[in-house]
């Protein structure tokens, strides 16, 4: 009798300690990356997190689900979506650190190279919300040249362009990044001339952050421009593309100035941005601004005075 309630003991303990172990088990499977303790058993499932209807903010093992889902799926419906809640959720500065601690920014930038041009143009657009983050912006540099071609080479106008521009908008919001857009400077500013209003904006966005950096002065000189760049600083063009041509070419200068450059009268080949900002063309434009019926067109040409002198 005392020999058979010893080996219910031991087989009780032996239950005791296998549950022990199991919890244990199941502890370190919910850690991830980063010492992040993830809940094991989800509320929602993946595909359920891209449904239009659900706004809430992600937490990290959401998030988690999402990224595996886009490395896991070849549909193409549910990667958009995927997409579109992880770009959604990319917009609040806590999540843009949770994706990037959970390997999201190479999972999501593999998605630029899909052939579906919506897929695409989403995945460019979570990449963008991601690149607030200064640290984001370390890892998204790598996709920045694609960025770059995938603009100039892609359908004017479209979608997916405007998407890569407002991208390299915002990583040159900084100077950290902007030399690697050198070699494209020349085809950004065809873009400008030949895109519609929409697309003249976002390139002027861009090319005004080059523009503030110093080390950038001569490589915007020395873009290769066509003539037609002097139209948008015609007085009927809209405002929000005038003042923003406006504002580059006196960026442009200030940076000359600042140098005492342009007494020293730099050179640059014939066609290039030089030649067209100070040519007689571009004075006469100027000139006739002065009379501009908008307000803040007048005072922006009045500030830029010297630009001429």
């Keep these: 009798m005392g020999g058979a ?3 219910g003991w031991v087989a009780a303990g032996l239950v005791l300690a296998a549950g022990a172990c199991y919890c244990f088990y199941k502890l370190t499977r919910g850690r991830r990356r980063g010492g992040r303790q993830l809940r094991l058993r989800p509320s929602r499932a993946a595909e359920d997190l891209t449904s239009g209807s659900y ?6 093992e959401q998030v988690q689900k999402l990224l595996y889902l886009l490395e ?3 549909d193409p419906v549910i990667i958009e979506r995927a997409l579109v809640t992880l770009g959604n959720n990319a917009a609040f500065s806590a999540n843009q650190i949770v994706i990037r601690e959970l390997g999201g920014i190479p999972i999501v930038g593999s998605k630029i190279n899909n052939p579906n041009q919506s897929i695409k143009e989403k995945a460019l657009n979570a990449l963008n919300n991601l690149s607030v983050n200064v640290e984001n912006q370390i890892k998204i540099k790598v996709y920045v040249s694609q960025v ?3 603009v100039i080479a892609g359908p004017l106008n479209s979608a997916v362009q405007l998407a890569g521009l407002r991208l390299l908008t915002n990583m040159t919001v900084t100077n950290d990044h902007q030399d690697m857009l050198s070699s494209y400077i020349t085809d950004l500013f065809h873009v400008l001339v030949t895109g519609n209003g929409s697309t003249k904006v ?3 966005k861009l090319l005004l952050n080059l523009s503030e950096n110093p080390a950038m002065t001569d490589r915007l000189l020395d873009a290769q421009v066509d003539s037609s760049f002097l139209s948008l600083l015609d ?3 809209p405002k929000e593309i005038l003042l923003r041509a406006l504002t580059l070419l006196q960026n442009i200068t200030n940076c000359l100035n600042e140098e005492h450059r342009l007494a020293a009268q730099p050179t640059f080949p ?3 941005l030089f030649s067209l900002l100070y ?5 006469q434009k100027m000139k006739a601004l002065v009379h501009h019926h908008d307000a803040d067109v007048k005072e922006k040409i009045l500030s830029a005075a010297e630009f001429k002198q």
């Excluded at 706004?55 to 990290?60: K, R, Y």
């Excluded at 040519?279 to 004075?283: F, I, N, P, S, V």
């Design 5 to 7: 309630r010893d080996v």
């Design 55 to 60: 706004d809430d903010t992600l937490n990290a």
């Design 72 to 74: 896991s799926t070849e």
């Design 148 to 150: 770059c071609e995938d």
């Design 202 to 204: 976002q390139v002027l």
């Design 235 to 237: 007085g009927h063009v």
């Design 270 to 272: 014939e066609g290039s």
């Design 279 to 283: 040519g007689k063309e571009c004075a």
